[in-house]
């Protein structure tokens, strides 16, 4: 294994632009995704921009603190602020972009099972989000990501075509999370057992299986809501006899194990980087893969626990919280592993670790936050306050999105054959840690308070915080930039990275960097677990 | 990554190690796809049956518009085609292509039959103002004799047209799929070393078949 | 550990917290204050334990030798069981105060309360309807809540409960407020456009204020026509789309001084702001559609819902805006 003295990788190989988007490479469609993933990533993020400068002064009288034009405009950039950045941002992030590019170099494979399937893939999520930002200069729509009925049957806007654009997208969703199970099935190579697999290979791959299981369900959710709008049928308009609350028992069931989507890859790329760049095995491997299966399986009977408040019975509203209770086991587990992972190692602070111990940081707050929403009683208070909004953007933001930033570090010297400067990545982690937790933190003591989530404008007692709040959104925006800045200089002038930079154990680093077409040179044959660090 | 080379006689990506190793990864995704589509069903069988004990009379009401017989006779046909399309794969294992061909005309000729009489079916109801939803037309309705019971019979309708919409749209795939095979399987493209395409569509078809087999009590025979 | 919980509370209900105005508010942020200990001792370990080994096995040489830890049985048992005994005693303790919550009590004084894009109408049991909530102190109170159109959730921070008022069906939420004073009344459930100005205030008042208030509202009948037209100018919540005291444009267009004026539609053609102008856009809002507003109009209609004698009350106060 090792050099290819060619000089030939997945990037040369096949010359022109237009080759790569006909390629079937995984780690070609990966840079796809990545490409498309990080402009959407700059939409939503130029919309949250938006949505707290608004909120950066209470609207007194008619125009002062106000900065978009009114209510409805404000519901339209916070519908595509969400929309975009769980359908398009977080969904396909870790799995359709590291995934790809990793979970068949990990497991020592050519490729991923359909290499057709897996460009169509990209293709189908490309004619989804099309749709979507058509809808933007159709008529924008203004429900929410989560497109409630009534209100969403009521409204006025383009909601079809957003429908039928999640719809599409779930379907590329789908075809992925179903190609990633067959190829971890099927292409492991000799003496790659599936407790040999790296970590990240397996949230990835307990994330196919939520996939593969709950999008369908959103699929006819999405369906029988178009129905719903175009013929009245009366399944979930009170006026004509249905019930609006069956379309959030719907809408959770996908959107709950959903959230788990966004976040178990995030898991999986932590405990990559917490072991390498501890050069130490990870404590516990078999405890983190099972827990990463039983957080998929658990998440399918917690969907109720969005719906407290909703007018469903007691009853339910005690088991949905005592389901929930359990899925935090799973998650308490995977925390303590990687502090111990820590335990005797030799810590590199290396702008991925920090990232990942930032991830550690923001997570537990985020998992604490989590438990207080799942107690019932508390639930009530907090319930659409902005209490949940800083809960789940600890979770998603300060979770996946650290995660995502965190693991392309650490690979980029293998996607890109290039090193990154690690001093401008190190300031890139200070704003936007710093920068989430002053945007964020604020909103905990918001929502208990009773600022409820949602709101253009807002009672006085709320104005210092959000002040606060706003200019952390600044700090964070540095702090992208700076990584986007370092990424660049990366690419164009970074030093030629060697294959294995960092000393890591999986399969990845064995073959060159960037690897060629075919991954390896000779077929790896795997004798040991992932982490051997002896 | 698409280069194949020929191992034991059969195209095999490169990487796979061999036909059979391809032919499992192969099988695997169909069935994995077809959790998804039962899944999907699955989703609205769960809205039918919360809103039929919502509301039985109504569905009761909505189910003697359908013509049992002819959703009977959708169904034999149905299975009449499971069956051959079984047989277009077992002719190919066996190393009858011929035959094989002949058994999914019929196959397409039975998707084809079925879809003829779902023809029929739809534009009876929509000639005696039969519509999903807020387009049910109580007045046309009565024209032919019948005053409407329940005011929200289009949800029954709803779910009739959305379901039976929704498989008639996968039959209409399947009959594309299996076209596509026996195209193929004319141009002798199979053999009983490697007949994937039409195993997948079989799996296909057949799960169509099987959804048919649990809307067609449900809808036509709720009454 | 009960001490630095009340010491929790303390603080929590003075700056962190809305004000705690009946026994359940008290017994919800004692729950939240032992959620708030316990977490943060939970953070503590988490993070200064993160913090304490980064520092400590700071990488020194690029050779360290680091130990080979793969499992250790006892410590895995010990930190899934403690926190699953953790979350199973808040879940308990969450049960019992969610059962209170959620068990009305008899003979509680029962308001109706009407959730409609974008203003909550509370209507009591001798008829009287206003858009703010008011209530006599140390006294259950149920409220029965329903919507017109799309999903509200009706919340009242200082009491900590909320409950959705869904279109269709009846939900129910009850308080007995210890407190007197005005309360934040908020819609918490995303409803359009004015969402965030559905907000509402909850009064709690004496039992004798609350009986005076009463007679008084209900004696509206007997008002001038004009001052009549300004309390149903509040109760129907017009006020939260049309300005009455300056020409500045809320979400409709501002009433203030348009009596008797000429004014443009959408369409190109003229009106008069009078009589019959403003009777049909109360009651068919879509039918002429002021030029520079969003079509089709936001406003609901009220047909069928302002009585004749209403409808010229409202007209007869809309006149007397000049």
């Given at each position: 294994m090792g050099h290819h003295s060619s000089g030939k990788n997945y990037i040369n190989e096949e010359p022109g632009l237009l080759s790569w988007f006909t390629s079937l490479d995984h780690k070609r469609i990966a840079i796809l995704y990545f490409v498309s993933v990080m402009t959407f990533f700059l939409v939503g993020g130029i919309m949250a921009l938006l949505l707290r400068l608004e909120l950066f002064a209470p609207n007194t009288t008619a125009n002062v603190g106000q900065v978009l034009k009114n209510g409805d405009v404000y519901n339209q950039v916070l519908t595509y602020h969400g929309a975009i950045m769980v359908f398009m941002v977080i969904i396909p992030g870790i799995p359709a972009i590291l995934g790809n590019f990793f979970l068949p170099l990990q497991i020592g494979a050519k490729d991923v099972a359909f290499p057709r399937l897996n460009l169509?893939?990209?293709?189908?999520?490309?004619?989804?989000?099309?749709?979507?930002?058509?809808?933007?200069?159709?008529?924008?729509?203004?429900?929410?990501?989560?497109?409630?009925?009534?209100?969403?049957?009521?409204?006025?806007?383009?909601?079809?075509?957003?429908v039928v654009a999640a719809f599409i997208m779930g379907m590329s969703s789908i075809l992925t999370g179903l190609n990633f199970i067959v190829t971890v099935h099927k292409l492991r190579a000799p003496g790659m057992s599936m407790f040999r697999m790296p970590l990240f290979t397996w949230a990835i791959y307990s994330t196919a299986i939520l996939q593969v299981l709950a999008t369908p369900v959103l699929g006819i959710t999405l369906l029988l809501l178009v129905m719903e709008r175009t013929f009245g049928v009366g399944i979930f308009d009170p006026k004509l006899g249905g019930d609006p609350v069956l379309f959030q028992h719907f809408f959770w069931f996908y959107s709950h194990p959903a959230v788990y989507i966004m976040i178990l890859p995030a898991m999986g790329v932590v405990s990559e980087l917490i072991t390498t760049y501890s050069k130490k095995t990870i404590f516990g491997y078999t405890a983190i893969a099972y827990s990463s299966i039983g957080i998929a399986a658990v998440s399918f009977f917690v969907w109720g626990h969005h719906m407290f408040v909703s007018g469903q019975s007691e009853v339910a509203g005690i088991i949905f919280s005592f389901l929930t209770m359990l899925v935090g086991v799973p998650t308490a587990i995977k925390m303590f592993n990687w502090l111990a992972t820590l335990y005797k190692g030799s810590i590199q602070f290396s702008a991925p670790m920090l990232f990942a111990l930032g991830f550690l940081f923001l997570f537990a707050i985020g998992g604490v936050t989590g438990i207080m929403l799942a107690v019932t009683a508390i639930d009530v208070h907090f319930h659409d306050t902005y209490f949940v909004v800083a809960h789940f953007h600890y979770v998603m933001v300060g979770g996946t999105l650290m995660a995502i930033m965190g693991g392309f570090f650490h690979w980029f010297p293998k996607m890109f054959g290039k090193m990154y400067n690690e001093t401008t990545a190190i300031a890139?982690?200070?704003?936007?840690?710093?920068?989430?937790?002053?945007?964020?933190?604020?909103?905990?003591?918001?929502?208990?308070?009773?600022?409820?989530?949602?709101?253009?404008?807002?009672?006085?007692?709320y104005e210092q915080l959000n002040k606060i709040s706003t200019m952390g959104s600044w700090l964070i925006t540095i702090g992208f930039l700076i990584g986007l800045y370092t990424i660049i200089r990366g690419l164009t002038s970074g030093a030629k990275a060697p294959d294995n930079p960092w000393g890591a154990k999986t399969l990845e680093w064995q073959t060159s960097s960037p690897?060629?077409?075919?991954?390896?040179d000779h077929d790896p044959v795997v004798t040991a677990g992932p982490y051997e660090y002896k | 990554m698409s280069t194949s080379r020929l191992v034991n006689g059969v195209e095999v990506a490169s990487h796979y190690r061999d036909e059979k190793h391809q032919y499992a990864s192969n099988k695997e995704g169909i069935w994995l796809f077809m959790v998804t589509e039962i899944l999907m069903f699955g989703g609205l069988f769960v809205g039918y049956i919360l809103f039929h004990s919502l509301y039985p009379e109504m569905f009761a009401e909505g189910a003697s518009f359908l013509d049992w017989k002819l959703g009977f006779i959708n169904t034999l046909v149905l299975i009449f085609s499971s069956l051959t399309m079984a047989l277009g794969i077992y002719f190919n294992q066996v190393g009858q292509p011929k035959k094989a061909t002949w058994a999914l005309a019929i196959t397409i000729l039975c998707g084809a039959i079925f879809m003829v009489i779902?023809?029929?079916e739809y534009t009876h109801k929509f000639h005696m103002g039969i519509f999903p939803g807020k387009f049910l037309d109580p007045a046309m309705m009565a024209e032919y004799g019948h005053t409407v019971q329940n005011s929200n019979l289009g949800l029954y309708f709803g779910f009739y047209f959305c379901m039976s919409g929704l498989h008639g749209l996968h039959v209409l795939i399947g009959m594309g799929l299996i076209t596509w095979v026996m195209i193929k399987n004319i141009k002798g493209d199979f053999n009983p070393k490697y007949y994937t395409p039409i195993e997948g569509v079989g799996i296909f078809w057949h799960i169509v078949d099987l959804i048919w087999i649990f809307l067609f009590p449900l809808l036509y025979l709720v009454g | 550990m009960a001490i630095l919980m009340l010491l929790v509370n303390k603080a929590m209900a003075g700056t962190f917290m809305p004000p705690q105005a009946t026994e359940i508010s008290k017994q919800v942020d004692n729950l939240y204050g032992f959620l708030l200990v316990v977490s943060f001792i939970s953070c503590v370990i988490l993070i200064g334990g993160m913090i304490y080994f980064v520092v400590k096995y700071k990488r020194k040489t690029a050779n360290d030798k680091t130990a080979y830890i793969t499992h250790d049985t006892r410590l895995e048992v010990l930190w899934s069981v403690i926190p699953l005994i953790i979350f199973l005693l808040v879940?308990?303790?969450?049960?019992v105060l969610y059962h209170d919550m959620r068990t009305m009590p008899k003979d509680a004084l029962e308001i109706n309360i009407t959730g409609k894009q974008w203003a909550w109408t509370a209507e009591y049991k001798n008829g009287v309807k206003a858009t703010e909530v008011v209530v006599p102190v140390n006294k259950d109170v149920k409220l029965v809540l329903g919507s017109e159109d799309v999903i509200h959730s009706f919340y009242i921070p200082s009491f900590r409960i909320k409950q959705d008022a869904v279109p269709g069906r009846y939900s129910a939420l009850w308080f007995n407020s210890q407190k007197l004073g005005e309360f934040h009344v908020f819609c918490t459930e995303y409803c359009g456009t004015s969402h965030s100005g559905m907000i509402t205030k909850l009064k709690v008042v004496s039992q004798e204020d609350f009986n005076k208030w009463l007679i008084e509202e209900s004696e509206v009948g007997t008002l001038p026509l004009a001052q009549r037209g300004a309390k149903y100018f509040q109760t129907r919540a017009c006020a939260s789309c049309h300005n009455v005291d300056s020409a500045a444009v809320k979400i409709g267009p501002s009433l203030y001084q348009r009596w008797g004026k000429e004014g443009s539609n959408a369409d190109g053609s003229k009106y008069t702001f009078d009589e019959n102008h403003v009777r049909e856009s109360i009651l068919l809002p879509q039918a002429q559609l002021t030029a520079g507003y969003p079509q089709p109009s936001p406003m609901p209609s009220f047909q069928g819902q302002l009585s004749e004698s209403e409808l010229t009350a409202l007209i007869e106060y809309i006149k007397g805006l000049n």
């Open positions: 169509a893939s990209w293709y189908v999520l490309m004619l989804g989000a099309t749709l979507a930002i058509l809808t933007f200069f159709n008529s924008k729509i203004d429900t929410g990501w989560t497109f409630y009925t009534p209100y969403s049957i009521r409204t006025g806007s383009s909601v079809v075509m957003m890139s982690w200070v704003f936007i840690f710093i920068g989430f937790n002053v945007t964020f933190f604020p909103q905990f003591i918001l929502g208990a308070k009773g600022m409820p989530r949602r709101y253009f404008d807002y009672v006085l007692e690897p060629i077409m075919h991954n390896f | 779902k023809y029929f | 879940f308990g303790w969450g049960w």
